[in-house]
């Protein structure tokens, strides 16, 4: 079973920056960061190929930046020019594939997930 971890989250005032992190036991394949909120349903920010490029929701492009390390397996997601409406529960997820879920491979989804870790950004 794949094990799924993130840390980083915090407490932030509007306009700051947090890194999360998510460590892996796979770590070779598409991974991407997902967020909910209280009383909202769960929404990608975004989504990592193995080739190393990133597709991003239209709320994190710009202020969100997704990378890996691939020699510690880890996942990062770099949270700048916060506000308070990122406010949520962030979740790192993986796939068993090079391309994330909904391209060109359509057996790719998201089949591991951490817990989350809660991101609170004061206004």
């Known amino acids: 079973q794949v094990q799924v971890m993130e840390s980083g989250g915090g407490s932030v005032q509007a306009g700051g920056s947090l890194r999360l992190s998510c460590t892996t036991s796979v770590d070779e394949y598409a991974m991407g960061w997902f967020r909910q909120a209280p009383g909202k349903e769960r929404e990608e920010v975004g989504c990592l190929r193995t080739d190393g490029s990133a597709r991003y929701a239209d709320s994190a492009k710009g202020r969100f930046t997704i990378s890996r390390d691939n020699s510690k397996n880890s996942l990062y997601l770099q949270l700048n020019g916060l506000k308070p409406d990122d406010s949520a529960m962030y979740y790192c997820?993986?796939?068993?594939?090079?391309?994330?879920?909904?391209?060109?491979?359509?057996?790719?989804?998201?089949?591991?997930w951490g817990q989350g870790t809660q991101v609170t950004v004061a206004s």
């Open positions: 997820a993986g796939t068993l594939y090079n391309s994330c879920p909904g391209e060109d491979n359509p057996e790719s989804r998201f089949s591991y």
